[in-house]
């Protein structure tokens, strides 16, 4: 299977500063040529994409789902990172790098993704102006995605800021219309103290203080933020 060469000199068509940095954005003929190089994927709730340590093969574009990206140190404790959205691309710094995978993969909701073996994405990368940019943007996204969480943690003056800063994070990457301020929440209280850096109780007990503070409301798996803006200053 090969890779249709895409020269500098020929036409490009940048994705642009304020597109989502993600492959679903490419142009027709280069998703055509992606298409030809991705393997389909569907995996119910709970699945393991890949684990943390195992050779990085590939990529997995995620067209559809949620999935749990996590971390484990020395005694097994484990660290929820990042929830990878539609568009997100994963293991790329690891398989661009050629080291094996720095996380672990997991899906929350029944997921669909595209996956494409190394050599495969090298040389589409390679031969692609487009595939290249948008590569570029994804691992400046992930940078930037690290950057933040590594402050939220460090530098966020409390439990209740972190927690209100993930539940700003979650709101902003479901691409809501800011009229609506709603997002579907399927982590259970566990995961979230995992990424707000605090314990189950305390995100038990500032859900429920921030519900009957009118800040948000709970419906099921779905949160609707009612005043974002004193969200937004509890997250500092």
Do not use: W
Not at 23 to 42: G, N
Not at 56 to 84: E, F, N, P, W
Not at 124 to 140: E, M, Q
Not at 218 to 226: A, E, F, K, L
Request: some cysteine.
């Amino acid at each position: 299977m090969s890779v249709a060469s895409h020269q500098i000199g020929e036409t490009f068509q940048p994705l642009g500063v304020f597109a989502k940095p993600n492959f679903l954005a490419l142009t027709d003929p280069e998703q055509s040529q992606f298409q030809t190089i991705a393997q389909e994927i569907t995996h119910q709730a709970g699945a393991v994409i890949f684990s943390e340590g195992d050779p990085a093969s590939g990529i997995y574009l995620v067209c559809s789902g949620q999935v749990k990206l996590t971390t484990a140190s020395a005694d097994h404790h484990r660290m929820i990172l990042k929830i990878a959205q539609r568009g997100d691309l994963l293991g790329l710094s690891a398989m661009l790098n050629d080291i094996p995978y720095e996380v672990s993969a997991q899906t929350l909701v029944q997921s669909t993704f595209k996956y494409v073996a190394r050599q495969f994405f090298l040389d589409f990368i390679r031969n692609s102006v487009n595939a290249g940019y948008a590569t570029a943007l994804a691992l400046a996204k992930e940078h930037h995605e690290v950057f933040l969480g590594a402050r939220r943690l460090a530098l966020s003056p409390s439990a209740t800021a972190r927690i209100a800063h993930v539940l700003i994070e979650f709101l902003h990457s479901a691409g809501t219309e800011s009229s609506s301020h709603v997002f579907p929440l399927v982590l259970t209280h566990a995961e979230l103290a995992s990424l707000a850096g605090t314990s189950r109780e305390t995100v038990t007990r500032m859900l429920n203080q921030f519900e009957r503070e009118g800040i948000i409301s709970r419906h099921d798996s779905t949160v609707t933020v009612m005043q974002p803006a004193q969200l937004e200053q509890l997250a500092g």
